[in-house]
């Protein structure tokens, strides 16, 4: 039994593989050579081309791109890397932001192809720093270079959208092979390092930007889609590279990095493709399995078949009458299914018949009313005046007799069709071998003929009524006025009164503003105390004019008078310390003093507080005074005097005194 187990897993295990395999395949050409047949970089005729194999190990598209915990299917993200559904967020529009994806395994093909799809969208004229496309003997899952390590060994193709060195040949393409020693020129944007380059405005395009890379026989070959059209195959030269050596085995990866500017880098595909030269055989997907993945499958399929035959017991358990059905049991099958639908239409259409029987019977009805007036109005005409009135009467009846004959007509119609519609019924109850497209041919004829029923009963409808008898609106009963003159009244006088008492709130508002701004001004002593006696002099009670009790008025005029009183404190006190600094400064340069300052501080009660400013300024010219005065302050002060100054004065004086005696002698 385990025996038999096995070999059933191992069976499974392929069928596993080829659905892998054949997920891809939509990426294929159906010409077996896969995709495009010309291969850039492939030379000679159409013979010469290589062969084409998708390798799926080393490619990503979505959709379905992530599994359940976020990774990439034989892939590895890094950095700031945001895997999505349907494409792969390598660096967002952050600064100084970086992130990679690399496959997991190396890759060993001697000629290869990759098609990449990408977006590099922002919001700026300029962007930073771009994108970059690996080949490399290890992963670089974090550097400088783009997001990607430093001295590589293989090859990058860089999509560089920064001008580094100022020469504005960016944004630009750029091959740049390295051996593992050599550092990345980041300030000359590697121009010294390049393989080859060419200028590609690759960012904010309408459709995405395709770069296909092809290294074929040595050389390596990039041609650019530069996303102005949707044509997938719509390739232009971009670069090429011949007699290049890079490693026999490396990973492929795709990084991004973003400086003071920022875009967002987003891959959408990443496609790859092993190269064969005509003349060899390509290889086959056995050869590429080794013995070791092959176990590793084996046992991820045996731990599948495990986990479904536990969950077949759970549910046997939790559902113990159903564990005798077989699983074919539960669902519905698809004879059960049309069986269902056909007895839906009959229940329908059974609806239909019911409703089309109640017109018709409501129809019947009307007419035999109508057919009971006529005969009594006949009746009773006939037995009035003869001559133009019988021939009146004639013509009603030949019209009677006209429709009642259009009307049977109709009827038979009706009845016809009711039987036809029967008639299909019954055979969609006992089908033959007619098959699901007669029995659909069968619900479009009977739904036909319940429209040709439903237009029969329209116009039997609109026939059977007389020309001078047309179908009018019911009138309706006349309604309760839901306002009577009371009531209207009522809110006229209501709404009155609420207007004439707003008039007189808003006037009663007014005044008492204006008193009080007016008393305000009377205590400020600006005027106005005029108007305010006469006003006072023509109301008998202020209180009541100004719309206050007694009591609140009596505080109200308190209140007033504490504020006048301590205003007129702080007035006094502000007049005080004015003429203090006046005292203060005539005292200082020995002017006369002044009786009306005199007067200012004793009404403060000569308990003046002078400001922290005014006090040092005081005390400093105090403590100068007293230097001056003292034996040390008019030493300093002689020895500050210029001598020769004061004896050129006196020498100008004794001459002015000798020239005067002089005169005066001569005068003697």
Same mark, same amino acid.
């Given at each position: ?61 979505? #959709?379905?791109?992530? $599994? ?31 992130? +990679? ?15 990449? &799809? ?46 580094? =060195? ?54 390596? &070959? ?49 496609? &790859? ?14 050869? =590429? ?16 078949? $495990? ?10 358990? =939790? ?22 639908? @056909? ?18 019977? %409501? ?25 133009? &009135?019988?021939? *009146? ?7 009677? *007799?006209?429709?009642? !004959?259009?009307?049977?007509?109709? @009827? ?16 969609? $109850? ?34 059977? %009524?007389?020309?001078? /008898?047309?179908?009018?609106? #019911?009138?309706?009963? #006349?309604?309760?006025?839901?306002? +009577? ?7 006229? *006088? ?12 808003? /006037?009663? %508002? ?5 008193? %009080? ?41 308190? !209140? ?26 005539r005292d200082k340069y020995r002017l006369p003093k002044s009786e009306m300052d005199e007067t200012q501080i004793q009404l403060a009660g000569d308990d003046v507080d002078l400001p922290e400013d005014l006090r040092k300024m005081v005390d400093e010219d105090q403590d100068e005074e007293e230097e001056k005065d003292s034996i040390l302050g008019q030493l300093q002060n002689l020895q500050n005097m210029d001598l020769d100054a004061i004896k050129e004065k006196a020498q100008a004086t004794f001459t002015e005194i000798k020239q005067s005696a002089e005169q005066k002698?001569?005068?003697?």
């Open positions: 039994m385990a025996g038999s187990r096995r070999s059933g897993s191992q069976a499974g295990a392929r069928p596993f593989l080829c659905a892998l395999l054949l997920s891809f395949s939509r990426f294929v050409g159906s010409d077996g050579t896969g995709g495009d047949a010309a291969a850039p970089g492939a030379a000679g005729t159409q013979a010469d081309l290589p062969h084409r194999r998708f390798e799926y190990k080393y490619s990503f598209k979505g #959709p379905h791109l992530v $599994q359940s915990d976020g990774t990439v299917p034989f892939w590895a993200h890094a950095g700031n890397a945001i895997p999505s559904s349907d494409q792969i967020r390598i660096a967002p529009s952050l600064k100084s932001q970086r992130g +990679s994806v690399w496959t997991k395994t190396k890759a060993a093909f001697e000629n290869w192809e990759v098609e990449v &799809t990408f977006r590099v969208t922002g919001r700026g004229r300029i962007g930073a720093d771009g994108l970059a496309i690996w080949y490399t003997e290890n992963q670089g899952l974090d550097g400088p270079v783009f997001g990607s390590a430093d001295t590589w060994n293989g090859v990058g193709v860089f999509f560089d959208s920064f001008d580094n =060195d100022g020469k504005k040949n960016n944004p630009a393409i750029v091959v740049i092979g390295n051996n593992g020693q050599i550092n990345y020129d980041h300030q000359n944007d590697g121009a010294s390092q390049a393989l080859a380059s060419c200028q590609r405005d690759f960012r904010n395009k309408p459709y995405p930007v395709r770069a296909k890379i092809t290294y074929y026989q040595k050389t390596l &070959t990039v041609m650019i889609n530069n996303g102005f059209t949707p044509d997938k195959n719509d390739y232009e030269f971009c670069a090429k590279v011949e007699n290049m050596i890079i490693p026999p085995q490396g990973h492929f990866g795709i990084s991004a990095a973003t400086g003071g500017l920022a875009d967002d880098h987003d891959v959408l595909s990443f496609l &790859t493709f092993q190269l064969t030269e005509p003349g060899k055989e390509p290889p086959t997907p056995e050869k =590429d399995i080794s013995e070791k993945e092959k176990e590793k499958y084996q046992e991820e399929f045996e731990h599948f078949q $495990q986990e479904l035959d536990k969950k077949k017991e759970e549910f046997q358990k =939790d559902h113990p009458d159903l564990q005798g059905q077989p699983a074919d049991d539960i669902f519905e099958s698809i004879g059960d299914r049309e069986l269902r639908q @056909v007895f839906e239409g009959q229940n329908r259409i059974h609806l239909e018949i019911k409703q089309l029987n109640r017109q018709l019977d %409501m129809i019947l009805d009307e007419q035999r009313r109508y057919v009971s007036s006529l005969t009594e109005e006949i009746s009773r005409r006939g037995t009035g005046t003869p001559g133009q &009135t019988g021939q *009146v009467s004639q013509q009603e009846l030949d019209t009677i *007799v006209k429709t009642q !004959q259009e009307i049977l007509r109709q @009827v038979n119609e009706m009845k016809n069709s009711m039987s036809e519609t029967v008639r299909l019924v019954s055979g969609i $109850q006992h089908p033959g071998s007619a098959g699901v497209y007669e029995t659909t041919q069968h619900f479009m004829d009977i739904k036909e003929h319940l429209h040709v029923v439903k237009r029969d009963i329209d116009s039997l409808a609109q026939r059977s %009524m007389p020309s001078n /008898d047309k179908p009018k609106c #019911p009138e309706l009963p #006349p309604f309760p006025s839901c306002l +009577s003159t009371v009531h209207f009244v009522i809110f006229v *006088v209501v709404q009155t009164v609420l207007f004439i008492g707003y008039i007189m709130y808003r /006037d009663t %508002m007014a005044f008492f503003v204006k008193s %009080m701004i007016s008393n305000q001004v009377k205590n400020l002593g600006f005027g106005g105390g005029s108007e305010e006696k006469k006003e006072e002099g023509g109301t008998s009670d202020p209180a009541a004019a100004q719309g206050m009790t007694r009591e609140e008025y009596e505080e109200y005029q308190k !209140q007033m008078i504490e504020e006048k009183m301590e205003r007129d404190a702080a007035f006094t006190q502000k007049k005080a310390e004015r003429a203090c600094l006046r005292v203060h400064l002698c001569s005068v003697m």
